[in-house]
């Protein structure tokens, strides 16, 4: 079985027990909903880029340089969270960081050049990165106190939230401003916090027999430095892809093969439903493939499908290899952290979880420059040869094996 099926910690209750007491169940339950809801907003934000580039008067490379401004905010507060995670409890930052989340998503269509839309995405991109590190972290808590290998959940969650959000803005784009799409979705995301929240805050995060023993954050040094280094660009080169069809997929469609702005938008939910999907099987994947066959075969199948979507002639080809990357690439990312984090605990998970992420944020503003140089179907292959690049590291580091305890 793999190890992403083993967590090492002890829970009250003893080895084996069925702990998943009510307050626990309610833990996940909330947090779900959190991601869910976080897919939901990023997803609603991306489905409207089209129209907000046409408003603001935008080149490919303004937007590139624009979509900037998440990458540096998010950059930025990733490298608090943590922090303020041990201080504060990753509960409460995960509350306070998507009530700012929903506040700043109607932020964008407000704007009228691309400096503006720079600046306003800033603060997007700093709730956005907030409410990321902060719910995982709750989440690796509340795996190890469940004894149970649910993170593929909270992840399908997301990109569950991510195909509603994407659909529900295909339906409403061809009649309804992104001003006010847009604050309603700041309308939903402040009513789901205020639904889910105070179960986060009412309960603190679970603390694991390890954690207890030893409450000190593990350095990570020497060989195990290196490979976790190893999965995060793993984690980067796939959350690449995922950045790329969020922010650029509906362009794609819509400039490129020239389909309606509702089929456009839907592109982004096949490849968040694809990738639902992925992730819902993911346990049962893992248990039969093992770890290094999930990456390998995913990161295969990724970059097959990014070839098709990107350079196929029509929309409904290119929608197909839409759905087809987003089931490539659906575990790669679970599995890559949860490799780190056996590797390194708690350190590991944060170091590629934040490479992961850094990946997201950096690869839309790539594809805008490259497609300002070539073309954008051309920039969309760059997808193609990091899911490739992502399954040939992760055949390389099959032997990254777990240090033994002292």
């Known amino acids: 079985m793999p190890l992403l099926n083993k967590p090492r910690t002890a829970v009250p209750g003893g080895p084996g027990a069925n702990i998943a007491s009510p307050s626990l169940a309610r833990l996940r339950t909330a947090l779900t909903v959190f991601f869910a809801l976080d897919g939901f907003l990023f997803a609603g934000w991306v489905v409207r880029i089209p129209a907000i580039k046409e408003q603001t008067g935008s080149s490919a490379s303004d937007l590139g340089l624009a979509l900037l401004g998440v990458s540096a905010g998010a950059v930025v507060t990733m490298t608090l969270t943590?922090?303020?995670?041990?201080?504060?409890?990753?509960?409460?930052?995960?509350?306070?960081?998507?009530?700012?989340?929903?506040?700043?998503?109607?932020?964008?269509?407000?704007?009228?050049?691309?400096?503006?839309?720079?600046?306003?995405?800033l603060a997007f991109g700093a709730a956005y990165?907030?409410?990321?590190?902060?719910?995982?972290?709750?989440?690796?808590d509340l795996v190890a106190a469940m004894r149970r290998p649910v993170m593929p959940s909270f992840h399908a969650a997301f990109s569950l939230g991510g195909m509603i959000g994407a659909g529900l803005g295909g339906f409403v784009a061809g009649g309804l401003s992104p001003t006010a799409h847009l604050i309603t979705l700041t309308t939903i995301g402040l009513l789901v916090t205020a639904a889910a929240?105070?179960?986060?805050?009412?309960?603190?995060?679970?603390?694991?027999?390890?954690?207890?023993?030893?409450?000190?954050?593990?350095?990570?040094?020497?060989?195990?430095?290196?490979?976790?280094?190893?999965?995060?660009?793993?984690?980067?080169?796939?959350?690449?892809?995922?950045?790329?069809?969020?922010?650029?997929?509906?362009?794609?469609?819509?400039?490129?093969?020239?389909a309606h702005a509702g089929i456009a938008a839907a592109g982004y939910s096949l490849f968040a439903l694809a990738m639902t999907a992925g992730r819902l099987s993911g346990?049962?994947?893992?248990?039969?493939?093992?770890?290094?066959?999930?990456?390998?075969?995913?990161?295969?199948?990724?970059?097959?499908?990014?070839?098709?979507?990107?350079?196929?002639?029509?929309?409904?080809?290119?929608?197909?290899?839409?759905?087809?990357?987003?089931?490539?690439?659906?575990?790669?990312?679970?599995?890559?952290?949860a490799r780190a984090g056996a590797l390194a605990g708690p350190g590991g998970v944060a170091a590629a979880s934040t490479l992961g992420y850094g990946g997201m944020l950096l690869g839309p503003p790539a594809i805008g420059f490259l497609a300002d140089w070539f073309s954008l179907p051309v920039a969309l292959t760059t997808v193609a040869a990091l899911a490739g690049g992502a399954a040939l590291i992760g055949y390389s580091a099959r032997k990254a094996s777990v240090p033994q305890s002292g």
């Open 283 to 337: 346990t049962a994947l893992l248990e039969r493939l093992g770890q290094t066959r999930t990456l390998v075969a995913g990161g295969t199948t990724a970059a097959a499908g990014m070839l098709l979507g990107a350079l196929a002639p029509t929309a409904w080809l290119a929608l197909l290899g839409f759905a087809v990357t987003g089931l490539g690439l659906a575990n790669i990312f679970p599995v890559a952290v």
């Open 197 to 258: 929240g105070p179960v986060l805050l009412r309960h603190p995060a679970p603390v694991s027999e390890h954690a207890a023993k030893d409450p000190a954050p593990r350095r990570l040094k020497g060989r195990t430095r290196r490979i976790v280094v190893v999965f995060g660009v793993i984690a980067l080169c796939t959350a690449y892809g995922e950045g790329a069809m969020a922010d650029w997929g509906a362009l794609h469609l819509e400039q490129d093969l020239h």
């Open 82 to 121: 943590g922090r303020l995670c041990r201080r504060y409890g990753s509960h409460p930052v995960t509350v306070v960081s998507g009530a700012l989340m929903s506040l700043s998503i109607a932020l964008p269509p407000l704007t009228h050049s691309a400096l503006a839309l720079g600046l306003v995405l």
């Open 129 to 140: 990165g907030g409410v990321n590190v902060a719910m995982n972290s709750a989440a690796v």
